[in-house]
């Protein structure tokens, strides 16, 4: 299974970016977007279940990303707005094959990942 990211690069604070993720949504019951800093854990930043519409956050994301998909397209999107340095990382796509009792935003529940795509707000 291969997932692809796109949309990474340098913005300035206050700015948007919007982050794609080519991957066969089909065969994945949850996506999600984690991100991972120089020196820091990789952390779930957003999530949301490919047969529905329920979406997961990261308190420091909410109310300024927003995830969705286009199932017809097997895309899912990331897009950032008020981005803060903070918000720098390398971004990864994940998929969740099958059903799972870890929470959507645990690493734990995705056995595929993307290669990332690195966001620097400066």
């Known amino acids: 299974v291969q997932l692809v990211e796109s949309g990474g690069g340098l913005v300035q604070p206050g700015g948007s970016l919007r982050l794609s993720c080519a991957a066969p949504?089909?065969?994945?019951?949850?996506m999600g977007w984690f991100r991972q800093a120089p020196g820091k854990e990789r952390e779930g930043v957003a999530a949301?279940?490919?047969?529905?519409?329920?979406?997961y956050y990261a308190d420091s994301v909410k109310g300024r990303f927003t995830i969705s998909q286009d199932n017809a397209k097997n895309m899912v999107y990331l897009q950032m707005n008020s981005l803060k340095p903070e918000d720098t990382a390398m971004y990864y796509c994940?998929?969740?094959?099958?059903?799972?009792?870890?929470?959507?935003?645990?690493?734990?529940?995705?056995?595929?990942w993307g290669q990332g795509t690195q966001v620097t707000v400066s």
């Open positions: 949504t089909f065969l994945s019951t949850c």
């Open positions: 994940a998929a969740s094959p099958r059903s799972s009792g870890y929470d959507p935003l645990d690493r734990r529940r995705y056995a595929y």
């Open positions: 949301i279940y490919t047969g529905g519409s329920n979406a």
